[in-house]
């Protein structure tokens, strides 16, 4: 684990958390909805490059955001499962957001105070969009499990379906600037509250599905890259 | 959002517009009211006459009343509906920075839709309302936005030429005679300024690009000038609004004075980009002082207008699908809202003046 690779990690985390989001511009439930959602979007994509282009330069083989982004192939990312998971509805991106967001804001607000001065930076600014993430998400967690029968169920759904996935944000990496598996305690303290305010119940933690930090991805994650890098690939050397 | 990343590349003759706009909203800030003596028509009349604003109390004629809603949520609906091409390239832009542009573009498109359905709220008729009439079909949106982006020159090519009529177009909507309209108008002025400024640029760097990268502008240019021609509207002589919006000084110019001031101010900012348009008989006449350009095909308008355009069916499927898959979650607010502050949180929901419907156009 270099610190390359940790830098990447995030930045990684970031890109492919934007690139879901951004599937919700123009399919919203409401208009106020595609603003805000396209908002995060945009804080998410806005980290993620100041990350890659970050990394690339620790690396120092030249690799620029750009060249992180979209010339790598599923096996290279690095990004935990959770944020390459597809939102089968809006109560699957709402939760998604809870739980991530507030595993990012956690960490970034120890990373805005780290030894590392430029990662302190970027950490340092996504720390304040990252509580506007955990706000908005909160909001509607509590909407939607404590709003109708229907959307009971879907967010019920929704954290039955993402809660699993939630352990690989936390695995031990005692060489990253900040160690993720310290985060667990508080990250809990903070998302269980907002669940049980919603009505909503945390599911038993039987299964850990992980991966994604070495490169092992999902199935659905090789779409979401082709689509993303398809017009960059088409072009090699094309300037954009 | 980038603005300042843009600033090098501004298009010529795009100053000229933008100033425009700072002149209109400093006559907005200076129309003094006046002396409230007439009442009724005599009242609206003195307000038109002496070039105040109509506000949203003043008595109106239901005419001018429904003819702004039309007017209002048409191009609201075009703002939201307009969303669609353009997100068809969100999750492929070819760089993170086009990327977040283009992101930050559509979003704003989303904020315009807001600030329009809010003038038009003040009209009388509610949000849900004028959904309910596009999703129907009883109002329209631009129909630009009935044709297909096919590749990622569109997003350049859709922003510069369809931003741009809509900019031309906008500039005078800005001194429009209705307040907060002419005051909507000045705030989506400035975004989509700067829209039609990051439709260039994407273009000018696909135009000095690879040979692949400038047969896709060129082509992208090819399919949308027409379409973007077409916005301004059908010949002053065909159209069915036009007089009547003039007398009221709701809208300013004719659709051809617009048209063709669109046409001379593309045909400098395409010999910049190096792009052809696709027109043989487009050429500079001086005795006019004006460029001389092939109309649009007016029977092809009409056939998108009536619903037949490459894309109708599929971007109000699109918008009936969103707004029936968001139904649950906008239930679930409404609930969650009565059950802990006693009421709904959005006023959205409240239903159109009957008086204001009864006097919407067919």
């Given amino acids: ?240 | 959002m980038e603005h300042t990343d843009l600033a090098a590349q501004r298009p010529p003759g795009s100053e000229l517009l933008a100033e425009q706009v700072d002149a209109a909203e400093r006559d907005l800030l200076a129309a003094a009211r006046p002396q409230r003596r007439a009442v009724g028509q005599a009242s609206f009349d003195a307000l038109i006459d002496g070039e105040h604003k109509v506000e949203p109390t003043d008595w109106m004629p239901e005419g001018y009343r429904a003819g702004l809603i039309r007017q209002i949520a048409q191009h609201a609906h075009s703002e939201v509906v307009g969303m669609q091409p353009e997100r068809n390239w969100i999750t492929r832009a070819p760089s993170l920075r086009r990327k977040a542009i283009l992101l930050a573009k559509v979003q704003d498109e989303a904020g315009h839709g807001l600030y329009l359905y809010s003038a038009a709220e003040t009209l009388g008729v509610s949000r849900e309302w004028m959904l309910d009439a596009l999703h129907e079909g009883r109002q329209r949106y631009l129909s630009f936005i009935n044709y297909p982006t096919l590749t990622w020159a569109d997003v350049g090519a859709l922003a510069w030429l369809t931003d741009g009529a809509a900019v031309v177009n906008q500039v005078t909507l800005c001194r429009s005679s209705y307040g907060p309209y002419a005051r909507a108008m000045v705030r989506v002025c400035r975004e989509e300024s700067f829209h039609h400024r990051q439709g260039f640029d994407a273009l000018r760097v696909l135009a000095a690009g690879t040979p692949a990268q400038r047969a896709m502008a060129q082509d992208a240019v090819d399919r949308w000038w027409y379409p973007a021609l077409a916005m301004f509207g059908p010949p002053h002589n065909r159209s069915t609004h036009s007089d009547r919006s003039m007398a009221w000084k709701i809208k300013r110019f004719s659709n051809d004075e617009l048209r063709q001031r669109f046409v001379d101010i593309c045909v400098p900012q395409a010999e910049v980009l190096g792009v052809r348009l696709p027109d043989p008989a487009l050429r500079w006449n001086a005795e006019r002082g004006h460029h001389d350009f092939t109309e649009p095909d007016w029977d092809e308008l009409r056939r998108v207008v009536a619903g037949h355009g490459p894309c109708n069916r599929q971007r109000m499927d699109h918008r009936r699908r969103v707004h029936e898959d968001g139904a649950w979650v906008r239930e679930a607010a409404t609930a969650y809202a009565a059950k802990h502050h006693g009421g709904p949180q959005h006023s959205t929901a409240h239903q159109g003046a009957p008086a204001a419907r009864q006097g919407l156009p067919a």
Avoid at chain 1, 49 to 66: P, W
Avoid at chain 1, 82 to 111: G, I, M, S, W
Avoid at chain 1, 157 to 169: C, I, Q, R, S
Avoid at chain 1, 218 to 230: D, H
């Fill in chain 1, 1 to 240: 684990m270099t610190r390359f690779d940790s830098v990447l990690r995030l930045g990684d985390d970031a890109l492919v958390a934007a690139q879901r989001m951004a599937h919700w511009c123009a399919c919203a439930p409401q208009l106020e909805e595609d603003v805000a959602l396209a908002n995060i979007a945009l804080d998410l994509l806005g980290q993620a490059r100041a990350l890659l282009t970050y990394a690339g330069g620790i690396e120092g083989a030249g690799r620029d955001e750009d060249r992180l982004a979209y010339q790598r192939d599923e096996r290279e990312f690095t990004n935990a499962l959770l944020v390459e998971l597809p939102d089968a509805d809006f109560a699957v991106a709402v939760v998604k957001l809870l739980f991530f967001a507030t595993y990012q804001n956690l960490l970034y607000q120890r990373l805005a105070t780290g030894a590392d001065t430029t990662l302190a930076g970027i950490a340092g600014k996504a720390v304040k969009e990252t509580k506007y993430h955990v706000e908005h998400a909160t909001r509607w967690t509590l909407r939607l499990g404590d709003g109708t029968v229907e959307s009971r169920r879907r967010a019920q759904a929704a954290v039955d379906g993402l809660w699993p996935f939630t352990h690989e944000l936390f695995e031990p990496d005692p060489l990253a600037p900040v160690d993720p598996a310290g985060l667990r305690e508080p990250w809990a303290a903070l998302v269980r509250p907002v669940l049980t305010r919603a009505t909503l119940v945390v599911p038993d933690d039987d299964w850990r599905p992980t991966g994604g930090r070495v490169g092992l991805h999902t199935e659905g994650f090789g779409y979401l890259l082709g689509e993303m890098q398809s017009v960059h690939r088409a072009h090699p050397g094309a300037r954009w």
